[in-house]
């Protein structure tokens, strides 16, 4: 079966996934929107990858037509829709296309309401994180178009957040279902290691733990223990070190620099007791769906802090931000996405509650209030 638009990756390796991928498979039959959700590098391209190569060889194939487009470059929405219509205009030509781009969408749908078609739309979080109000509302309407007038078509996309605009969707009760993928199990991680050259079965477990099972920091950090220690997992756990892909380092920056200004916002409109000390936990809450790997100085199971002061001096001030984020990873690891949105509009409206003088939450007057910390200093 012919892909159409961008070539997929190549999947010269893959490890594990083998549940995932039957589910996968399962899905797109049933769903007209499938997101795969999980942080970078975790492999949800290989994944969606590793499904378009085999079922584009299957005998007897579940869809007429395959498209893949990565839109990690936020392409610009009429220019997205009239390249998805050339590409699939071949198989059914027409005189003249519109125009206007609700008539283009329009287009699109009816062709692929024609054959069953599987839409991959590869890092397609940039579509919905446009600052572009008019191209953000043009997206969000073009995805509820193609779920709600769809039958026979489906949708797939790779996220690291579930989209938000999905979830009237949701509530309607459309056909839409994410699958979150976590870190390879310890078996193929362990064959992921043992190919890139390591040999030492208990330290690549413990390698494992510290990077959750994540492909992506697995190989970048035993690319580096290469590099830096002679390809020896024993002289890198004796001069223990966090080591971070580039892709994950762009990351936390691109998050901690839009989390610190949203405190800072926040700070100037929250009334006292609501201040910094919230925000720092929102930054953990914010970061821990995108981390994949910390590792603690001293022990791969952090030690819990009390929220509140105690007699004792060593809780006298935060804990450390690299443990504090491993904590929630570690608690956060099966936590609904859905359930973590409403938990935020409940924040946002005690919020919103408290600055006009309605009953809200307790005043916090722990050590973490504001006036009684400065993280910024």
Not at 47 to 52: D, E, F, G, P, V
Not at 105 to 110: F, G, K, M, W
Not at 336 to 356: F, G, T, Y
Request: charged share 25%.
């Amino acid at each position: 079966m012919q892909i159409l638009g961008s070539k997929p990756p190549e999947i010269s390796s893959f490890y594990g996934r083998a549940g995932e991928l039957s589910c996968l498979k399962e899905l797109i039959i049933k769903q007209r929107c499938v997101s795969l959700v999980g942080v970078a590098g975790i492999g949800k391209t290989a994944l969606a990858a590793k499904l378009i190569q085999e079922i584009s060889v299957e005998s007897k194939p579940k869809f007429d037509c395959i498209i893949w487009k990565s839109v990690a470059h936020a392409p610009l929405f009429q220019d997205f829709i009239a390249e998805l219509i050339e590409l699939i205009q071949p198989l059914e030509p027409k005189l003249d296309s519109p125009r206007f781009t609700q008539a283009m969408v329009s287009a699109l749908i009816e062709q692929m309401q024609s054959r069953r078609c599987l839409l991959v739309l590869d890092e397609s979080d940039s579509l919905f994180e446009t600052t572009n109000l008019e191209q953000h509302l043009e997206y969000k309407l073009f995805f509820r178009r193609l779920i709600e007038e769809m039958d026979q078509s489906c949708l797939l996309l790779t996220n690291r957040v579930f989209p938000d605009e999905f979830e009237d969707l949701i509530i309607a009760g459309r056909p839409i279902q994410y699958l979150k993928i976590k870190g390879l199990e310890t078996d193929p991680a362990m064959q992921l290691l043992f190919d890139q050259g390591l040999d030492d079965e208990e330290k690549c477990n413990e390698l494992i733990k510290i990077y959750y099972g994540n492909p992506l920091e697995l190989k970048t950090v035993v690319t580096r223990i290469h590099h830096f220690f002679g390809g020896s997992i024993q002289k890198f756990f004796e001069n223990r070190t966090t080591l971070f892909s580039s892709q994950f380092k762009a990351m936390l920056d691109k998050a901690f620099g839009y989390l610190l200004s949203k405190i800072h916002s926040d700070n100037d409109q929250a009334p006292l007791g609501r201040g910094v000390g919230c925000g720092v936990w929102g930054v953990g809450e914010e970061i821990a769906p995108i981390t994949s790997c910390v590792q603690a100085p001293s022990s791969l199971h952090p030690t819990p802090y009390p929220l509140h002061p105690t007699n004792d001096d060593n809780y006298s001030q935060l804990p450390p931000l690299e443990i504090t984020v491993a904590a929630l990873l570690e608690a956060r690891q099966n936590i609904n996405p859905l359930a973590i949105r409403e938990a935020d509009k409940v924040e946002r409206m005690r919020n919103r509650a408290s600055l006009q003088g309605l009953p809200s939450s307790p005043i916090d007057d722990s050590v973490y209030s504001h006036g009684n910390i400065n993280i910024f200093s």
